[in-house]
């Protein structure tokens, strides 16, 4: 499935966005000074900034504004366009429903940031860079079921899958992991021992798990096309959960087309 590169959205995504937009927002005022941009385009470029996570400046050079404007409108937008697509993203009580009855693969994934002073916990031993760690849950078919939160870098997958209690959500014995959720109960590859090597049936056993695995993997980089979770993330690290929150209910918005 083919998305437009610039914005990340097809046609019919997009007229419904604008949609739901504009069923919340008055842009333009009768009184007051009216905004540098009108509201789709508005709309566009947050999409556009988020989608290919260009410097402001160059944005703004293309639409003939200042970076200020810019600035303005992806923080107005940006907050906007997740509290119009919450509704989309699913909830425990959805994932239990959808994962119910079927083989189901999980994957946490960082969203790389900079490296801001005075915060260690965004730093991934695992990744050597700062971050925040999302948990994924797809199922054997790619179809992605459900996305968490943002931790600090520094949560190591296990830990993020018993603090959200998937093991009492997911069944244990249909649920596929690597091997950074060894010990949390679900399916995963087996660790070679210390000094030692695996057998040969243990290495078709991995092998299989990586086979099955491969669904997770396209999908962390289908969400990595938004390029704010797949690059450094330059606007405050305040911002990032709500910019987070807004790609995340894109991602569950435009498969509730499929």
């Known amino acids: 499935m083919r998305y437009k590169s610039s914005i990340g959205l097809r046609p019919e995504h997009w007229q419904e966005l604008i949609g739901l937009i504009c069923e919340q927002v008055e842009w333009n005022r009768p009184v007051g000074r009216p905004h540098a941009l009108d509201l789709s385009t508005a709309v566009r470029v947050t999409l556009l900034y988020n989608h290919t996570n260009l410097a402001q400046e160059v944005i703004a050079e293309i639409y003939g504004v200042s970076q200020r404007t810019i600035s303005r409108m992806v923080i107005a937008l940006t907050e906007l366009i ?30 790389p940031c ?80 210390a000094g030692g090597r695996l057998t040969g049936a243990d290495e078709q056993w991995n092998a299989a798990i990586a086979a099955y695995r491969a669904v997770i993997e396209q999908k962390n980089a289908h969400i990595k096309t938004w390029r704010t979770l797949h690059t450094d993330y330059r606007r405050p690290l305040r911002s990032f959960p709500q910019t987070y929150a807004a790609i995340r209910g894109l991602m569950f918005f435009r498969d509730s087309f499929d």
């Open 82 to 111: 997740a509290e119009v697509t919450a509704r989309f993203v699913p909830s425990f009580a959805d994932l239990t429903a959808a994962a119910t009855g079927k083989v189901v693969v999980v994957d946490g994934t960082l969203c």
């Open 114 to 193: 900079w490296s801001w002073a005075g915060h260690h916990e965004l730093w991934s031993g695992k990744h050597k860079t700062t971050g925040h760690n999302i948990q994924v849950v797809c199922d054997l078919d790619g179809h992605l079921l459900w996305m968490s939160d943002p931790y600090p870098g520094n949560v190591h997958d296990a830990k993020a899958f018993r603090n959200l209690r998937l093991d009492t959500i997911l069944d244990p014995s249909n649920a596929i992991a690597d091997k950074g959720y060894i010990g949390v109960g679900i399916t995963t590859p087996i660790r070679k021992p």
